[in-house]
């Protein structure tokens, strides 16, 4: 024998299913989420779809990065520091990388932005962790990263700019996506019909 469900009881629970997906799909990451010192998430395995080498113009090779917004805005700066500051790939291969799934060095806990694939190293060797900016570039170099920087609105930050222990090869994603999306449409405004 079966019986009829009252229409009111299949709309209740129609009406809760819809409201405890929602609600599931409101929730922020969970606390088991990594994420890296900025607030991306991390990459663990570097065959991740998200992310892509980015070759940089005028070098011979490219940067395992972050896809997307986070990713041009490095290579771009990349580009241009490979023109106007000093020569990538010049001094030891494998001096200039991306992505590498790693804590901060020094730290047990806190994920390095290089693990989310939003952070650079940039000549790696010729400018050493734990030295100033001053120790290997130009006062004219330094000003001319420090003007660059400013198209970016605050989404790249500096290593050599550092309070503490100062990184000056390293360049990363300082902000959250929100912010990054807008400096990239800014820099990159979209002309399709399908943006």
Request: charged fraction near 20%.
């Amino acid at each position: 024998m079966s019986r009829r469900v009252p229409r009111f009881l299949v709309g209740a629970v129609a009406a809760l299913a819809v409201l405890s997906t929602s609600v599931l799909i409101a929730q922020p990451a969970s606390a088991t989420t990594l994420r890296s010192q900025n607030g991306w998430t991390v990459i663990t395995k570097s065959t991740s779809s998200k992310l892509v080498t980015y070759k940089v113009p005028g070098t011979a090779h490219g940067l395992l990065l972050r896809r997307g917004d986070a990713g041009v805005l490095l290579v771009d700066f990349a580009r241009w520091y490979n023109r106007h500051v000093e020569r990538l790939s010049l001094y030891k291969a494998g001096d200039d990388y991306g992505w590498s799934y790693r804590k901060i060095r020094g730290s047990t806990t806190t994920y390095s932005n290089h693990a989310s694939g939003t952070a650079m190293d940039l000549n790696a060797t010729r400018h050493p962790l734990g030295t100033t900016a001053a120790h290997s570039f130009t006062q004219a170099q330094i000003d001319k990263i420090h003007k660059r920087l400013k198209r970016y609105a605050g989404v790249i930050r500096w290593g050599g700019d550092y309070v503490h222990r100062k990184d000056p090869m390293h360049f990363e994603i300082n902000k959250g996506v929100a912010a990054t999306h807008t400096v990239y449409l800014k820099l990159f405004p979209c002309t399709s019909p399908v943006c």
